[in-house]
């Protein structure tokens, strides 16, 4: 693979190998900005990356074994030629990167932020990255963020090349290297204190544990959600306050929805995020938690209308070839016998070609709503495709059915009245019974109905007929 060359790239490889950084010992003063990296963004990679010649090398890394990759499967050498802010949501969708290494192998790297690290002349020596092993967009908020952590990085690097300037030049005293060092420690602070507002204002809840599970940290939206004040948080236990079952075994690098509890008792069902990092020697868990209450909601609403027929809000097809194996199974259990009813209205095309397909669809809700009122409760009545309807009947005596279906041809015809005319329509009506000793498939039983309400139309049309036995018609 090939990659981009800058073009001052000689001087800018002077200039990075004049700082002295490339393979040094890691540093607090930079590992620092890579976790706050990643914790801001909720990202499971950060790195401070050097771009050499051949290879970029890590001098900060969070998320990541390797000290360095070769440059030819770099992203951060498209940033350094650049020398701008490279943002790629998805890499497999971007031809520079799809077939890259980095990209294709295991947990392959699909989200990418990089910002580039000048010198004091200009030149890109290196970035600071933000990784994820799946596709995401970064938000204004989040980009400025990354852009001041980047600066922060910078104003360290533009300290380290004055220091060695005046190494070089012999004018460099231990009182200035160590203004230099409380400057670059001040810088940290502050830019610190910024990005803890950040987090406290954040929507999701943010919670930082030590390895006790005991809260270290508590923002706002964490009250907000829960309802216990940051005062009366701080310093007990999470599984106290909101985790009683205990934390889950979250997995870094996805997210998991669990259950968590209110100050007031009250369940609430949540996302969680958990990264876990190493600050001055000590282990510390941060917990990103979001509400997806109304996530849920949306998603059992999408459930209850992918099976209800829009027009009648009776149960749809797919319904009932849920619905169906289901009774079947219980008419086993309970050595109770299931009957299907298959109706088919008569006439209902011609409605549709005289009176307009507007007062078809009217006359399909009629009937749909006297068909319930004419079953039992407890029984299950579904529109099967255009004018087709599907009843179950479980528990019922097998008496008792043919005297309901002969019923239903009586409520169907009852004459639907639409301005000055008179809609007339009847129903013929398939009925095949399942007994609990039955090997049949629910489609076979679905056809046996089908079969003998196809012989009700041949009859006449507002016919009830009953399926043969399955062995009978076999």
């Not at 870094?252 to 958990?274: M, S």
């Amino acid at each position: 693979m090939s990659f981009p060359i800058a073009p001052d790239e000689d001087a800018r490889l002077a200039a990075l190998h004049q700082i002295e950084l490339l393979d040094t010992p890691e540093e607090p003063a930079f590992d620092r900005v890579t976790r706050l990296v990643t914790r801001l963004l909720n990202v499971p990679i950060s790195t401070l990356t050097l771009m050499d010649a051949n290879r970029q090398w890590f001098k900060s890394r969070v998320g990541v074994e390797l000290h360095e990759t070769p440059r030819d499967i770099a992203f951060c050498a498209y940033t350094v030629a650049t020398s701008e802010p490279l943002i790629i949501e998805d890499a497999c969708q971007d031809p520079r990167f799809a077939h890259n290494p980095l990209v294709t192998g295991p947990s392959g790297i699909r989200f990418y932020a990089g910002i580039p690290i000048h010198s004091l002349q200009g030149l890109a020596l290196g970035s600071l990255c933000a990784l994820d092993t799946k596709p995401r967009t970064i938000s204004e908020d989040e980009l400025a963020a990354l852009q001041d952590l980047a600066a922060i990085i910078t104003d360290e690097i533009h300290l380290r090349e004055r220091l060695v300037l005046e190494k070089k030049n012999a004018q460099a005293s231990q009182q200035a290297l160590n203004e230099l060092y409380r400057s670059m420690e001040c810088q940290i602070e502050r830019r610190t204190n910024e990005l803890n507002l950040v987090i406290a204002s954040a929507y999701d809840a943010y919670i930082s544990l030590d390895t006790q599970d005991v809260i270290l940290d508590w923002n706002r939206a964490a009250e907000m959600m829960f309802g216990w004040p940051r005062k009366a948080a701080l310093a007990r236990p999470v599984t106290e306050l909101i985790f009683p079952a205990g934390l889950p075994n979250a997995n870094e690098r996805t997210a998991i929805e669990y259950t968590a509890r209110r100050c007031d008792g009250t369940d609430l069902p949540v996302e969680l995020r958990v990264k876990t990092l190493i600050i001055d020697g000590r282990e510390r868990r941060s917990l990103f938690i979001h509400d997806i209450t109304e996530r849920q909601q949306l998603e059992r609403l999408r459930d209850q209308q992918a099976r209800e027929d829009a027009l009648t809000q009776l149960p749809n097809r797919r319904a009932l070839d849920e619905r169906l194996p289901e009774a079947m199974a219980r008419t086993r259990r309970t050595q109770q016998p299931l009957a299907i009813l298959f109706m088919d209205l008569d006439g209902f095309k011609a409605i549709n070609d005289t009176h307009g397909h507007a007062m078809g669809d009217e006359l399909l809700r009629v009937i749909a709503k006297r068909l319930g009122k004419t079953v039992r409760e407890t029984d299950y009545i579904a529109r099967w495709a255009g004018d087709e309807f599907v009843l179950l009947l479980e528990g019922s005596e097998p008496t008792a059915i043919e005297p309901l279906a002969n019923k239903l041809v009586q409520v169907v015809q009852e004459p639907l009245v639409a301005g000055n005319a008179a809609l007339h329509v009847s129903v013929s009506i398939g009925v095949a019974l399942y007994l609990p000793e039955s090997a049949e498939t629910a489609n076979e039983l679905l056809k046996r109905a089908d079969v003998a309400m196809y012989e009700a139309k041949r009859s006449g049309k507002a016919q009830v007929r009953i399926a043969q036995p399955l062995d009978s018609a076999c």
